[in-house]
């Protein structure tokens, strides 16, 4: 069992910064990769970035590329998502979820935490 817990939301300015911290406690594997998701109000769970275990390879939604960067820190079991040039469009719950056979698919995704609100005036 893994446990997942989102840190970091807020509510920020359009152009604005904020990060994202998801801590990871339980059993880990070097198989596992960890990914952000976000939902809008009355929208699916949509994929935002996604880290292999190792931290070199990255994958983003092309919405967010540029802007947003996911990070890892194994030592304390930590993946960050850092978003810069925050938009309107942005604001959503951010969800950090973990895979050990998917990638970018929400179906793949077998643990995930509570959320985290992200709110982006204009």
């Known amino acids: 069992q893994v446990q997942l817990v989102e840190s970091g939301g807020g509510l920020v300015q359009a152009g604005g910064s904020l990060r994202l911290s998801c801590a990871a406690s339980?059993?880990?594997?070097?198989?596992?990769?960890t990914g952000w998701f976000r939902q809008a109000p009355g929208k699916e769970h949509e994929f935002v970035a996604a880290?292999?275990?190792?931290?070199?390879?990255?994958s983003y939604a092309d919405s967010v590329k540029g802007r947003f960067t996911i990070s890892r820190d194994n030592a304390k079991n930590t993946v960050s998502l850092q978003m810069n040039s925050l938009k309107p469009e942005d604001t959503a719950v951010y969800y950090c979820?973990?895979?050990?056979?998917?990638?970018?698919?929400?179906?793949?995704?077998?643990?995930w935490g509570q959320g985290t609100q992200v709110t982006v005036s204009s």
């Open positions: 880290i292999s275990w190792s931290g070199i390879t990255t």
């Open positions: 339980g059993r880990t594997y070097t198989t596992d990769r």
């Open positions: 979820a973990l895979t050990r056979s998917g990638w970018n698919n929400t179906k793949t995704y077998d643990y």
